[in-house]
């Protein structure tokens, strides 16, 4: 996992709660530091961990912080990746072009990275299908960062995104409406 993925989670876990609960949480997952560098690939077991531990601390099932997570994601991933978005692009453009313009610079620059590879299919004008596939079994973060999206494009009262398939699998199926 990118560090700057683990770093967005301490911030979110400070947001959330306070600095001491990020130590607590650290020291609970059986990690040595409190401490991630940005630009380093840390192994996805310690994110698994930390992830694992904050649901257990918190009584909130891992999939549900993971969505929570990946709504707070949003604004951070849309500054850093600002120079990747066209103007006039809304929720369901950006979700069509993530693959190629954001995951694609992150492949491209910075080595050693594995975001998750998005199939995203045009069902209708206002309809999307994405299929997201790692080996994390993430898909509740990818389910938050699409609400994320729609929420960043104010647009979060016109678009519905569903997972049809379950969240932990290595594939997952999610509908994405727009009313």
């Given amino acids: 996992m990118h560090g700057s993925i683990i770093n967005l ?19 609970l997952s059986g990690l040595s530091s409190a401490d991630f560098e940005m630009m380093r690939v840390y192994p996805d077991e310690q994110m698994f961990a930390l992830v694992g531990q904050a649901a257990e601390m918190t009584g909130i099932p891992a999939a549900e912080l993971q969505e929570k997570f990946g709504e707070f994601l949003v604004p951070d991933l849309m500054l850093v990746y600002k120079r990747y978005v066209q103007p006039g692009w809304d929720t369901l453009a950006m979700i069509e072009h993530t693959e190629e313009a954001m995951h694609g610079a992150v492949r491209r620059d910075l080595p050693g990275t594995r975001p998750p590879a998005l199939h995203v299919t045009r069902r209708s004008e206002n309809e999307l299908e994405v299929r997201y596939e790692s080996e994390r079994r993430m898909g509740a973060l990818a389910v938050g960062i699409i609400r994320g999206l729609a929420t960043y ?4 009262d016109q678009i519905e995104v569903q997972a049809t398939t379950r969240e932990d699998g290595q594939q997952v199926t999610i509908q994405v409406r727009r009313h």
């Fill in 9 to 27: 989670l301490k911030r979110f876990v400070q947001v959330h709660y306070d600095h001491s609960t990020w130590l607590r949480l650290v020291e």
């Fill in 153 to 156: 494009f104010d647009e979060a």
